[in-house]
């Protein structure tokens, strides 16, 4: 049975006289810190030399100082800067400051399972990994609640590892709604899968093809954009509260009738094949070097890409239609 831990599983009290730092203050490291500092523990932000994001931990309250310091004196440290950087912020800035008896916390595992960061013997190394994005994990907070996340154990030398993780998952409020026991393997390779073949990958090539489709049959733009891609959060949603059956419940029986008989076909073995191969890509590390190689070379193919897909029609009709959303204003204001 898999093991999910709550609010009574976890002691905050562990943290009692530890200092906590949290290096990085993006998405991630701002909820962290926010979160831990209005639970009453004792924490620090870590950041390189002229970090604009220094002025904002300071603004809401936060201690701040460079990643060494923070790494110095602190018991417990969470690396939550992007994950391309962490080995030359651990190699440069974290590993001199590794004494016994310290814990390295992740929020991803991607860094040690596929062996770029390899801490030494006689610190404790674990995982909190919230299975959602900083905001959100701040603004729930706030609220009262928390998200859920993953703990996961890499070493344990102190023999409290498994402990000491979760009280950092009570201070950043996730045992309000639960963590779930997993390892750095499954963290990361599941996660890894996940965003390349449904949550960014699949859903984006998902929708860019039908919209495609629709316009190149001599539909309209807009109309193509409305019902290929806008109310798709509207299903998203209904998925999310109730599950399949409700979305299913909710729509019409013609549309119940289509999705039963035609989504097999547009999602068939073809696709069920490159999932696995992409899986296989995962594990075996295939991703991860091309991943890490591109970085080292300057992200020449990332940047091109980004560039490429940001010019996508399906972007400017979008702007133009969520325009019309008074409601929906922020994500075009980035
Ligand atoms: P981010 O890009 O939002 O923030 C990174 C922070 O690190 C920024 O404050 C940036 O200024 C700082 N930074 C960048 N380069 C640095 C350097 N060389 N030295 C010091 N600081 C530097 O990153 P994020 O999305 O919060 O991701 C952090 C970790 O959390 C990653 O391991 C990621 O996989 C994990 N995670 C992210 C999410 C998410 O939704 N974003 C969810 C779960 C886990
Ligand atoms: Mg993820």
Redesign the pocket.
Known sequence: MTKVYYDSDADLGLLKGKKVGV???????HAHALNLKDSGVDVAVG??PG?P?AEKARAAGLKVGS?DDVARDCDVIML????Q??R??YEEHIAPHLERGKTLM???G?NIHFNQIAPPKGIDVSMI??KA??HLMRRVFTQGAGVPALVAVHQDASESALQMALAYGKGVGSTRAGILQTTFHEETETDLFGEQVILCGGITALIKTAYETLVEAGYQPESAYFETFHELKLIVDLLYEGGMEYMRYSISDTAEYGDYTRGPRVIGEQVRAEMRKILGEIQSGQFASEWIAENQAGRPRFLALRRINAQHPIESVGKEMRGMMAWLQGGNQR
Do not use: C, K
């Not at 290096?23 to 490291?29: A, D, E, K, V």
């Not at 939550?80 to 994950?83: A, I, K, N, R, T």
């Open positions: 290096i990085g203050y993006g998405s991630q490291g950041l390189y970090s994001s990643v939550l800067v992007p994950d950087v962490q030359q912020v992740f929020a991803h991607f990994a919230p994005p900083g």
